[in-house]
Structures are given as structure tokens and as C-alpha cells.
């Protein structure tokens, strides 16, 4: 049973960061042939790509946040990060993790993602 758990969340003032990462188990094939995402929710708002990493090592970033955020995958640890910097009160959502095995642009879309995590939160204040 795939399971995926997010930590690193919490509260910052804008301009800080934040580091996520994602710690995934159960995978049936190695962690190498898994494309993984980050991805964030706001209430009342569609979920968003934010980042993801395909399992032939290609990345995507949403474009509101290139050059501020980082995707890394680490296949001996089976995880996954996310680095946050220069952060802004938009960027405020609660932030998942995903896995799949699609390849291409479609790594920043969630239909294409099978196993989700629960959620950690990300606070930017003002």
C-alpha cells in the first residue's frame, strides 16, 4: 500500500522559506521509475501544480513560482522536497505530495497522479 507523508509545513513571514519534503513507501517497483509532485490548495480553489519531477528526471515548475521554489528527489530515501524561498502570502495553501508514473508536461496536472498525501499546511504572512 502506497503511502505518502508530508512535513515541513508551518508559519512564516513573507520573504522567509520553508523546506517540505515528502517521505513515500509501499511501492511495489523502485522509487527511481516514479514521477512525484508537489501540489497546492487553497478552500474554494481548484488544486494547483506547483512542481514536479518525472521519473526520467525532468522538471516542471508552475510559473508563479520559478526561480523561488525547488523540486529534488531523492531515489535511495525515497523522497521528496521542496524548497521555498522568498515566499509570499499567496503562496499560502496547504501543500501535497503526489506520485505517479506519467512523463512530460502532464506531471504538473493531478489527474495524472494515483497516490496523494494528507496535506501539509504553509502559512505566508505579511
Known amino acids: 500500500q502506497v503511502q505518502l507523508v508530508e512535513s515541513g509545513g508551518g508559519s512564516v513571514q513573507a520573504g522567509g522559506s520553508l523546506r517540505l519534503s515528502c517521505a513515500a513507501s509501499?511501492?511495489?517497483?523502485?522509487?527511481?521509475?516514479?514521477?512525484m509532485g508537489w501540489f497546492r490548495q487553497v478552500p474554494g480553489k481548484e488544486r494547483e501544480g506547483v512542481a514536479a519531477?518525472?521519473?526520467?528526471?525532468?522538471?516542471i515548475y508552475a510559473d508563479s513560482v520559478k526561480g523561488r521554489f525547488s523540486i529534488s528527489k531523492d531515489n535511495a530515501k525515497t523522497s521528496l522536497y521542496l524548497q521555498m524561498s522568498s515566499l509570499k502570502p499567496e503562496d499560502t495553501a496547504m501543500y501535497y505530495c503526489?506520485?505517479?508514473?506519467?512523463?512530460?508536461?502532464?506531471?504538473?496536472?493531478?489527474?495524472?497522479?494515483?497516490?496523494w498525501g494528507q496535506g501539509t499546511q504553509v502559512t505566508v504572512s505579511s
Open positions: 509501499g511501492f511495489t517497483y523502485s522509487y527511481s521509475a516514479v514521477s
Open positions: 519531477v518525472g521519473r526520467d528526471g525532468s522538471i
Open positions: 503526489a506520485a505517479g508514473r506519467s512523463i512530460g508536461r502532464a506531471i504538473l496536472m493531478e489527474y495524472v497522479y494515483a497516490y
